[in-house]
């Protein structure tokens, strides 16, 4: 398997860093459980890891040496009740508290630089739109941080600012793992095939303005990618999570497609 990984960049291991961007997608996250099992079976060993919203949750995960097994254990049994809840605040309707509950009850009070990998997550600054790459202090705010879907969740400060989801700024955080000083550039693109219907509710509307946002923004940056892997999600739901196994097999089942379109490995 080596030298085919090889084949991605012409060269050896040694003389390239991989930088590894997970992007955002709610409950469609789970595509990257099975990226990152194709990527191991293949044997690319990233040497960073960036995530935005439920690509920061997965990647933290990840970064800080959880197995695959163990990751996809999670998001098997994981629902969205397990990490939000009601907010009394005029800011949202929910908290995501509970996401960095699970953060902190699968990995314990981590900082970033106690990772194994190299990680960041990114945010969006609300009062003024910056774009925020945390990668210091505790990981699991960072995590609420980058996951805070606006109106939703009520913002989580950290350091004086007002965050929310990264996604506003980069669904694919090509930035961050440049930032890290990655030379060779995977990304993850959750949302490249959507399915968009006529909304109900107020909720629908919300969902269906992130969702075209966020398509479009991993549009910007997708031709600065090295290896893009785009898992065919159509018909699932951000929401819900009863298809939770099928949405791993196609992360695994496009890793492992767009591993062999760029190594000219063609079964």
Not at 32 to 37: E, K, P, Q, T
Not at 63 to 78: R, S, Y
Not at 113 to 122: D, R, S, W, Y
Not at 190 to 207: F, Q, V
């Amino acid at each position: 398997m080596k030298e085919t990984i090889e084949k991605l960049w012409n060269g050896k291991k040694s003389e390239k860093k991989i930088g590894l961007a997970l992007g955002g997608g709610a409950a469609l996250g789970a595509a990257h459980v099975g990226v990152l099992r194709a990527l191991e079976k293949s044997e690319v060993e990233i040497d960073y890891i960036a995530g935005t919203s439920i690509g920061a949750m997965v990647g933290a995960f990840y970064a800080f040496g959880m197995p695959v097994d163990k990751i996809e254990d999670i998001a098997l049994d994981i629902d969205w009740p397990d990490v939000s809840g009601l907010a009394l605040s005029k800011m949202g309707l929910l908290t995501n508290n509970a996401m960095g509950e699970q953060l902190d009850k699968h990995l314990g009070d981590v900082k970033f630089n106690e990772a194994n990998i190299p990680f960041a997550a990114v945010a969006t600054d609300i009062s003024n739109g910056e774009k925020v790459i945390l990668k210091k202090g505790d990981v699991s705010d960072a995590v609420k941080a980058s996951t805070c879907i606006p109106v939703l969740f009520e913002p989580v400060e950290i350091d004086g600012r007002l965050l929310v989801d990264g996604g506003l700024r980069e669904s694919v955080p090509l930035s961050a793992i440049l930032d890290m000083g990655a030379d060779f550039k995977i990304g993850v693109d959750l949302n490249a095939y959507r399915n968009y219907e006529r909304p109900e509710n107020i909720l629908d509307i919300l969902n269906n303005t992130l969702e075209i946002a966020l398509k479009h923004l991993a549009n910007v940056n997708r031709n600065n990618i090295d290896l893009l892997i785009q898992p065919k999600l159509a018909q699932f739901s951000r929401s819900e999570t009863e298809n939770t196994a099928e949405m791993i097999e196609r992360g695994f089942q496009a890793a492992e497609d767009s591993l062999k379109r760029k190594t000219g490995k063609v079964d």
